[in-house]
């Protein structure tokens, strides 16, 4: 079932440019492991993730440190929608500020650490550990940073903590929290230490990093990177599949940014949903393949094909996918058949539906996807010469007219299914004008070619046989 389904023969014949383009990946055979960066252990969270999704690079990374092999450097980041901060944190962030904290009863008399720095100007680097019991602020330990300190400095401040507390909460960035914030600030920090206190921090000497890697369907983009941090990824290969031994299992999960999300696309993830995708050289006319769903409340999965020419976006599909235990097929038809032809195809999926305004998204809404395939449109040599037939009525019930030029020939039609399938040949016309009758198709959605009887394009469209 995984292999790709082609034009059929005859249509091949007709069409010696087609060259059409298999769905990279369409059974979901093919997984690596990528190594997206490295985090500091010890630490609630990072703004690498955050940041991920914007740049393909993390803002916190590993560098030559004052003491031992590394110490840590906040990079400050510019992305398409907004100017990202690096940090280092400890605890959860929210509206209401840092809550939950690591577990902590030390009671030092003073926080040091070392430091260098390039503030950019109208901009300030933070430290900040707060000291709680019970939830309850006991103190907090604020150290800005402007300027520039092209060398390790060591820094101390007093904690003025006469009380024991239970738990600790941290952020350490390379910008103001609130706006504005400089693309460009960095600051690097080294060797934080409790001075006084039986407790350190976990890795405060930056010498332990933990790889961040993720197992992803080759020739895909996912959305896993979102959900790093509270977890579990949303892509993930499933041994439950239809053909072959794996599938896609596309899962509806809570992302770092508080949201959820399920979704995977051949393209990437733009400002105003997919974008991208493979590129094509004829237009496509259907993509099917077989799904199982598993919604949470009454949710749907969506899948969706749009296609783009210079960027452009030309025609787009998308269609729900209800409940189903058992794999079911699937099939999104397009109806742009013109030259100049199509460049580029984006397909994609989701878990929920995210595109109706009353929409219902379930959090771990589960969908499998398996045995993708693609067609194309009939093409020609002379295809950009050919003309749009009239048809007649279009939709037709009882029969439909096709119309057109005809200059003392004798031609022929051929009509094709969505999938290439050659359903009716039409022969000796010797006018410009041939009738469909309802006895003739099924219901759907079918292609013609017309050529001469020497085999030159003539024309070419589309009826709906209602």
């Not at 092999?69 to 959860?92: E, V």
């Not at 949303?234 to 596309?250: C, D, H, I, Q």
């Given at each position: 079932m995984k292999n790709i389904y082609i034009l059929a023969f005859a249509a091949l014949l007709f069409c010696p440019k087609a060259n059409a383009q298999n769905i990279a990946n369409s059974g979901f055979e093919n997984w690596s492991n990528t190594t997206l960066y490295e985090d500091p252990s010890g630490y609630s969270m990072t703004t690498n993730a955050w940041i991920?999704?914007?740049?393909?690079?993390?803002?916190?990374?590993?560098?030559?440190?004052?003491?031992?092999?590394?110490?840590?450097?906040?990079?400050?980041?510019?992305?398409?929608?907004?100017?990202?901060?690096?940090?280092?944190?400890?605890?959860?962030?929210?509206?209401?500020?840092?809550?939950?904290?690591?577990?902590?009863?030390g009671t030092p008399d003073s926080i040091s650490a070392y430091v260098k720095y390039s503030i950019q100007p109208n901009d300030t680097a933070f430290f900040v550990v707060m000291f709680k019991q019970n939830g309850i602020p006991l103190g907090m330990v604020v150290k800005t940073f402007t300027g520039t300190q092209t060398n390790y400095a060591r820094f101390s401040i007093p904690t003025n903590l006469f009380t024991t507390p239970d738990s600790i909460v941290a952020i350490i960035s390379s910008s103001r929290l609130d706006s504005p914030r400089m693309p460009g600030s960095t600051m690097t920090i080294d060797s934080i230490t409790m001075?006084?206190?039986?407790?350190?921090?976990?890795?405060?000497?930056?010498?332990?990093?933990?790889?961040?890697?993720?197992?992803?369907?080759?020739?895909?983009?996912?959305?896993?990177?979102?959900?790093?941090?509270?977890?579990?990824?949303?892509?993930?290969?499933?041994?439950?599949?239809?053909?072959?031994?794996?599938?896609?299992?596309?899962?509806?999960?809570?992302?770092?940014?508080?949201?959820?999300?399920?979704?995977?696309?051949?393209?990437?993830?733009?400002?105003?949903?997919?974008?991208?995708?493979?590129?094509?050289?004829?237009?496509?006319?259907?993509?099917?393949?077989?799904?199982?769903?598993?919604?949470?409340?009454?949710?749907?999965?969506?899948?969706?094909?749009?296609?783009?020419?210079?960027?452009?976006?030309?025609?787009?599909?998308?269609?729900?996918?209800?409940?189903?235990?058992?794999?079911?097929?699937?099939?999104?038809?397009?109806?742009?058949?013109?030259?100049?032809?199509?460049?580029?195809?984006?397909?994609?999926?989701?878990?929920?539906?995210?595109?109706?305004?009353?929409?219902?998204?379930?959090?771990?809404?589960?969908?499998?996807?398996?045995?993708?395939?693609?067609?194309?449109?009939?093409?020609?040599v002379e295809e950009n010469m050919l003309a749009e037939a009239k048809v007649y009525p279009n939709p037709f019930r009882d029969y439909a007219e096709i119309i057109f030029n005809n200059i003392n020939r004798t031609c022929n039609l051929t009509l094709y299914d969505v999938?290439?399938?050659?359903?009716?040949?039409?022969?000796?016309?010797?006018?410009?004008?041939?009738?469909?009758?309802?006895?003739?198709?099924?219901?759907?959605i079918y292609f013609f070619r017309i050529v001469d009887d020497k085999g030159n394009p003539i024309a070419q469209g589309r009826l709906v046989k209602e």
């Open positions: 991920y999704s914007g740049l393909g690079q993390g803002n916190v990374t590993k560098v030559s440190g004052y003491h031992g092999s590394y110490g840590a450097k906040l990079t400050t980041y510019a992305t398409q929608n907004d100017t990202m901060f690096a940090g280092l944190i400890i605890g959860s962030p929210g509206n209401g500020g840092i809550a939950g904290g690591l577990p902590f009863t001075i006084g206190s039986n407790q350190q921090l976990p890795n405060p000497d930056f010498e332990t990093w933990t790889p961040i890697s993720l197992e992803e369907p080759d020739d895909w983009f996912t959305v896993n990177f979102f959900s790093m941090q509270p977890g579990p990824y949303s892509a993930t290969k499933s041994t439950s599949s239809y053909a072959g031994t794996y599938a896609l299992r596309l899962e509806t999960v809570q992302t770092t940014f508080g949201d959820t999300m399920g979704f995977i696309t051949n393209g990437y993830l733009g400002n105003n949903g997919p974008e991208g995708g493979m590129a094509v050289n004829a237009n496509p006319m259907t993509v099917s393949g077989y799904y199982k769903y598993f919604p949470v409340g009454p949710d749907t999965a969506l899948a969706g094909i749009t296609t783009y020419r210079n960027g452009e976006k030309v025609d787009s599909v998308i269609i729900n996918l209800n409940a189903s235990s058992n794999y079911l097929p699937f099939s999104m038809t397009l109806g742009e058949n013109s030259y100049p032809y199509v460049d580029t195809a984006n397909i994609a999926f989701a878990s929920s539906n995210i595109r109706e305004e009353d929409n219902y998204i379930g959090l771990g809404s589960v969908l499998y996807i398996d045995a993708l395939t693609i067609t194309y449109f009939p093409t020609g999938t290439g399938k050659i359903i009716m040949n039409k022969g000796n016309i010797s006018s410009g004008k041939v009738r469909i009758s309802k006895e003739d198709l099924s219901p759907g």
